[in-house]
């Protein structure tokens, strides 16, 4: 039980920051450019643990994403899932040696799901949306990557040091 | 991290990587299909979604307190900071509005002679629920909100969507005890207005930053920065006059309205049901539930004694 609660863990964390994405936050300017905190979970589970947080789960994660924000089902699954796939298969490329580059290989695949994300609602939508708004979001997310990789560490050793 | 792994268990990673890969491939593939399937507007999609909004809309309930607790801290500080300027700001439109109070007491009492002298049918008293924002979905793409009221509550698709007196979007999808409204900066979000003082017509646009745009301006587009904008009542979506915004700016790419609510301010919001179709289809216009009054309605005589023949008992 206490093993499974453990092994849930990279999951609930995922889901508990997409849920903290949906939250009213009442601060001017800050709603719609969210920083992508699922993104970086799914990616960090994706390159340290990923027998807890798998392709199957990282869809499931991102299908939730659309279902609650309203946008077309599947798109931030597929690119949820895409991340995820990348990081375990180039897991050698983004395992840098130094902290800024590792930030430099999230910059680029955060890049990648951007645009991944824009082409598939491009596909979907007919009115064009906001670029900047969405430079905004993909900033923040780069600028809040440090903290979060750092607490996401802190829970990795606290609970699932030998697990 | 060095993986002592022998031969066996190299197999097994390979098979592994192969399920993974086909995992893949069938995620992929099914990604496309749920857009496919949302493109079409199938029904079983939108029920689907708006069950899974309404488990999780508790859940959302509960984070949401705390989190308006800090931003309600937050709002304090920064209204300390800005105390003097508001101070005087304040003393400057209390001097106007005073002036203002005398015309409006002398233009009502005005109003309500002539209003006798032409038999108006006044309009009916409609009928609101207030709900809490538990959720605020920012995206580029989506500018949505998830309310905690539904169709158990009286919540019909297509309803206005109010704060105060302004409008700011309509209720998009509804589940048992949620809904979810699509705001007026929604780049889906498109809406008959016009120019409170040229009565000129437009189509009031959303593209999913904090302004929305004016486009299909009919007629002498002759806007001014300043202009205030209202509901029209072309569609017959909305009762014409409910105030939404000014004209901000007729920078290139058209007039830009700013809103006179943002987003970040809601935190309860009223859904109105006018009675009239919202802003739906008129193949789609849900029947009219049954009216609950507000409480403190009593704007006059409802029209009570023109009803020739009203059974009353």
Same mark, same amino acid.
């Given at each position: 039980?206490?093993?499974?609660?453990?092994?849930?863990?990279?999951?609930?964390?995922?889901?508990?920051?997409?849920?903290?994405?949906?939250?009213?936050?009442?601060?001017?300017?800050?709603?719609?450019?969210?920083?992508?905190?699922?993104?970086m979970?799914?990616?960090?589970?994706?390159?340290?643990?990923?027998?807890?947080?798998?392709?199957?789960?990282?869809f499931?994660?991102?299908?939730?994403?659309?279902?609650?924000?309203?946008?077309?089902?599947?798109?931030?699954?597929?690119?949820l899932?895409?991340v995820?796939?990348l990081?375990?298969?180039?897991?050698?490329?983004?395992?840098?040696?130094?902290?800024?580059?590792?930030?430099?290989?999230?910059?680029?695949?955060?890049?990648?799901?951007?645009?991944?994300?824009?082409?598939?609602?491009?596909?979907?939508?007919?009115?064009?949306?906001g670029?900047?708004q969405?430079?905004?979001?993909?900033?923040?997310?780069?600028?809040?990557?440090?903290?979060?990789?750092?607490?996401?560490?802190?829970?990795?050793?606290?609970?699932?040091?030998?697990? | 991290?060095?993986s002592?792994?022998?031969?066996?268990?190299?197999?097994?990673?390979?098979?592994?990587?192969?399920?993974?890969?086909h995992?893949?491939?069938?995620?992929?593939?099914?990604?496309?299909?749920l857009?496919?399937?949302?493109?079409?507007?199938?029904?079983?999609?939108?029920?689907?979604?708006?069950?899974?909004?309404d488990?999780?809309?508790?859940?959302l309930?509960l984070?949401?307190?705390?989190?308006?607790?800090?931003?309600?801290?937050?709002?304090?500080?920064?209204?300390?900071?800005?105390?003097?300027?508001e101070?005087?700001?304040?003393?400057?439109?209390?001097?106007r509005l005073?002036?203002?109070?005398?015309?409006a007491?002398?233009?009502?009492?005005? =109003?309500?002679?002539?209003?006798?002298?032409?038999?108006?049918v006044?309009?009916?008293?409609?009928a609101?629920i207030?709900?809490?924002?538990v959720?605020?979905?920012?995206s580029?793409?989506?500018?949505?909100?998830?309310?905690?009221?539904?169709?158990?509550?009286?919540?019909r698709?297509?309803?206005?969507?109010l704060?105060?007196?302004?409008?700011?979007?309509?209720?998009?999808?509804v589940?048992?005890?949620?809904?979810?409204?699509q705001l007026?900066?929604?780049?889906?979000?498109?809406?008959?207005?016009?120019?409170?003082?040229?009565?000129?017509?437009a189509i009031?646009?959303?593209d999913?930053?904090?302004?929305?745009r004016?486009?299909?301006?009919?007629? =002498?587009?002759?806007?001014?920065?300043?202009?205030?904008?209202?509901?029209?009542?072309?569609?017959?979506?909305?009762?014409?006059?409910l105030?939404?915004?000014?004209?901000?700016s007729?920078?290139?790419?058209?007039?830009?309205?700013?809103?006179?609510?943002?987003?970040?301010?809601?935190?309860?919001?009223?859904?109105?049901?006018?009675?009239?179709?919202?802003?739906?289809?008129?193949?789609?216009?849900?029947?009219?539930?049954?009216?609950?009054?507000?409480?403190?309605?009593?704007?006059?005589?409802?029209g009570?004694?023109?009803v020739?023949?009203?059974?009353? =008992?």
């Open positions: 039980m206490d093993l499974w609660l453990r092994h849930i863990m990279p999951f609930g964390m995922t889901l508990g920051l997409l849920l903290l994405t949906c939250l009213p936050v009442h601060i001017p300017g800050l709603s719609g450019v969210m920083p992508m905190l699922p993104l979970s799914v990616y960090y589970w994706a390159l340290f643990r990923p027998d807890l947080l798998p392709v199957g789960t990282a499931a994660i991102g299908l939730t994403n659309d279902i609650l924000v309203g946008m077309p089902l599947g798109v931030n699954a597929l690119v899932a895409s995820q796939r990081a375990t298969t180039q897991r050698r490329f983004f395992l840098a040696r130094s902290f800024l580059a590792s930030w430099l290989a999230f910059a680029l695949l955060a890049a990648g799901a951007v645009g991944l994300g824009w082409l598939l609602m491009e596909m979907m939508a007919e009115h064009p949306v670029l900047l969405m430079a905004l979001a993909y900033l923040a997310t780069l600028g809040l990557f440090p903290a979060a990789t750092q607490m996401m560490a802190r829970a990795q050793m606290a609970f699932l040091k030998d697990v | 991290m060095r002592r792994s022998s031969g066996a268990l190299r197999r097994l990673a390979s098979i592994r990587l192969m399920m993974h890969r995992a893949f491939l069938l995620l992929g593939a099914a990604a496309f299909v857009m496919l399937l949302t493109k079409a507007n199938v029904g079983f999609i939108e029920q689907s979604r708006v069950a899974v909004v488990a999780f809309v508790p859940v309930d984070l949401s307190r705390p989190a308006t607790l800090v931003a309600e801290g937050t709002r304090h500080i920064r209204e300390l900071v800005a105390l003097r300027a101070n005087a700001r304040l003393k400057a439109e209390n001097q005073l002036h203002w109070e005398t015309i007491s002398r233009l009502r009492d005005e =109003n309500q002679v002539l209003l006798q002298q032409l038999n108006v006044p309009d009916p008293d409609p609101y207030t709900a809490r924002v959720g605020d979905m920012g580029a793409y989506v500018h949505s909100m998830v309310v905690n009221a539904g169709a158990r509550d009286g919540v698709k297509g309803q206005a969507v704060s105060g007196e302004t409008l700011i979007g309509h209720v998009a999808e589940g048992d005890r949620s809904a979810r409204l007026l900066t929604d780049p889906n979000s498109r809406l008959p207005v016009m120019i409170e003082g040229s009565r000129t017509r009031l646009a959303g999913g930053r904090e302004r929305p004016l486009g299909y301006i009919a007629g =002498n587009p002759n806007i001014q920065v300043g202009d205030r904008v209202v509901t029209s009542a072309s569609g017959a979506a909305f009762p014409p006059g105030p939404i915004g000014v004209v901000a007729i920078a290139e790419g058209g007039p830009w309205v700013e809103p006179d609510v943002h987003r970040h301010e809601l935190e309860y919001v009223a859904i109105v049901d006018y009675g009239l179709g919202g802003i739906l289809p008129f193949a789609d216009k849900p029947q009219a539930p049954v009216r609950r009054r507000p409480a403190a309605a009593g704007v006059g005589p409802a009570t004694g023109a020739p023949g009203g059974g009353d =008992n």
